[in-house]
């Protein structure tokens, strides 16, 4: 059994190769499930992953998602008191807001123009490349009072 014989697309396979990472029919699925997946945790992939190619150990996707996170093809987010999230969108410095209610959790753009949430307002020496803000609220979902009868 081959991975491309499993992967609903092919370059999969090549960007994992381009990425130094071997390519098993687990890691194409993985990758492939974290792209088609609103991130999602490990075991959220782990049963996306078994739908895609069978039985695989929630240890492999978590061994899995550390080699695909360290060659920069998936982002793990890790909002505050939650499991850690993986979403595919790579290589920008987008933002994320999350729902104090039910965990929604969905890409922001940043604010304004290049790049803003770069510029801190004292770097101590640091040469920054990377900046993670996350917004808390409640989604539209959980904001809307409940259309529920009153009493």
Not at 31 to 59: F, K, M, N, Y
Not at 63 to 79: F, K, M, Q, S
Not at 132 to 150: H, M, N, Q
């Amino acid at each position: 059994m081959t991975a491309s014989r499993h992967s609903r697309n092919p370059a999969t396979a090549d960007e994992l190769r381009l990425a130094g990472l071997r390519v098993t029919a687990a890691r194409v699925a993985l990758l492939e499930t974290v792209r088609a997946g609103d991130h999602l945790d490990a075991e959220a992939l782990t049963s996306g992953v078994r739908r895609r190619v069978g039985h695989v150990s929630l240890q492999a996707v978590y061994d899995a998602l550390h080699a695909l996170t360290a060659a920069g093809l998936v982002r793990r987010i890790e909002p505050p008191g939650g499991a850690a999230r993986f979403e595919g969108r790579v290589g920008d410095n987008h933002h994320h807001v999350l729902c104090r209610s039910c965990g929604a959790l969905a890409d922001v753009d940043c604010a304004v123009g290049d790049a803003p949430c770069l510029t801190a307002s004292d770097d101590r020496g640091f040469v920054i490349d990377e900046a993670e803000v996350i917004y808390r609220g409640l989604c539209p979902d959980c904001s809307t009072p409940s259309s529920s009868p009153a009493p």
